[in-house]
Structure formats: C-alpha cells, structure tokens
T-cell receptor, first 113, second 114 residues
C-alpha cells in the first residue's frame, strides 16, 4: 500500500496562475482533508470531505476550491495564486470523519512569486 | 470554536533527559487529543493519542496526560534520544460534535543534543 500520495512534490507559480494539487489514498478511507502548514502556524484545515460526494470548508478556505473526484481522490485547486498561498500543503485521510487517526501524504511545497 | 495553545515553541534537552510539552484547549466538549511528530521535511505522523475518559496513556518512552478540569494535556518523553528531534504537534477534536475536525497547536521544535 502506498498510503496517501500527493503530486507534485514542488511547484513554483507566478501570481495569478492557477494549478491543481492532486491527492490519492489506497486505504479505502471515507474522509479526506487538505491542510496548509506555515512556519510557526501549525497545520490549518482548508477543506475536508467527510465522504464521497461531500465537501466542506475548514478554517482557511478562501482562495481555494476542492473536488472529491471519487473515493480515492481529493484535489485542491488554486484559481488565481497569490504570494500569501506560499506554503506546504498536506493531504490526509481517515477511515471516517468521526474516527481518530489521520494519515498524511508527503506534502507539496508551493511557492508563489 | 476550539483553540489549542502549545508551549514551549522550542525545547532543547540533553540526550537522556526528559522533555515535556504542554497544550491547553478551549472547548470543554473536546474529547480526543492526539500528538503528531514531524521530522524535518517529512509528513506528520501520529505517535500517541488519548481520549477524555482516560487520564494517562503510555507507550514505551512516551506518555500523555490529560487534565479535563484544567483543559490541558501534556506529552512526556523520557530518556530522550537524538532521533526524538522533531517538531511535535498537539491537537484536539470534539469526537461527536458537528465540527469533528482536528484543531492543531502551533508546534514545538524539540532538539536533543548528544
């Protein structure tokens, strides 16, 4: 099992460009999450999907959109990137939203110039 | 909503010493408290967790204690080793609440000097 995978590992964008971060899990988990990690700020939830077909906003959703493509895949889209979106993005999954352990992907380091 | 404060932000100990990291939470309905370890350049990984019906939990050299009255919980690492050097995050969740999402502290960078 690969667990949670993310692509790309690194990305540099110019202000105003768009891109989609991809996430997939092979653990048959129902719930998936997108976090951003900034120095000194911990992990902050952007969006989550409690189950296939549903998505909801987290703590910092502005400037992002998500798609739960199927049970395995959950993508994060930046429509018009801004320097404030420079961060490390982690995808995570758990068996269900009400269960405990979240398994994280390796992260995507995004720089917006 | 829930707010989690974590202290200290950095901690340096000598190999073999103990390390303690403390977190406080604001929502008295929170009932699940995990700790994640993140090595440099790696993903966060769960190392131990505790639920609100338990006061203490141990796993080899690490332990977590919970004081529901005071709304704080702590991570204790004994006999620290250089491989314990990492950033540690606490988190809190209202397991059965309408939110049900993890709220993380800002992290503690632990350095263990050989």
């Amino acid at each position: 099992n690969a667990g949670v995978t993310q692509t790309p590992k690194f990305q540099v964008l110019k202000t105003g460009q768009s891109m989609t971060l991809q996430c997939a899990q092979d653990m048959n988990h129902n719930s998936m999450y997108w976090y951003r990690q900034d120095p000194g700020m911990g992990l902050r939830l952007i969006y989550y999907s409690a189950s296939e077909g549903t998505t909801d906003k987290g703590e910092v959703p502005n400037g992002y959109n998500v798609s739960r493509l199927n049970k395995r895949e959950f993508s994060l889209r930046l429509e018009s990137a801004a320097p404030s979106q420079t961060s490390v993005y982690f995808c995570a999954s758990s068996e269900a939203r009400g269960t405990d352990t979240q398994y994280f992907g390796p992260g995507t380091r995004l720089t917006v110039l | 909503g829930e707010n989690v404060e974590q202290h200290p932000s950095t901690l340096s100990v000598q190999e073999g010493d103990s390390a303690v990291i403390k977190c406080t939470y604001s929502d008295s309905a929170s009932n699940y408290f995990p700790w994640y370890k993140q090595e440099l350049g790696k993903r966060p990984q769960l190392i131990i967790d505790i639920r609100s019906n338990v006061g203490e939990k141990k796993d080899q050299r690490i332990a977590v204690t919970l004081n529901k009255t005071a709304k704080h919980f702590s991570l204790h690492i004994t006999e620290t080793q250089p491989e314990d050097s990492a950033v540690y995050f606490c988190a809190a969740k209202n397991y059965g609440g309408s939110q049900g999402n993890l709220i993380f502290g800002k992290g503690t960078k632990l350095s263990v000097k050989p």
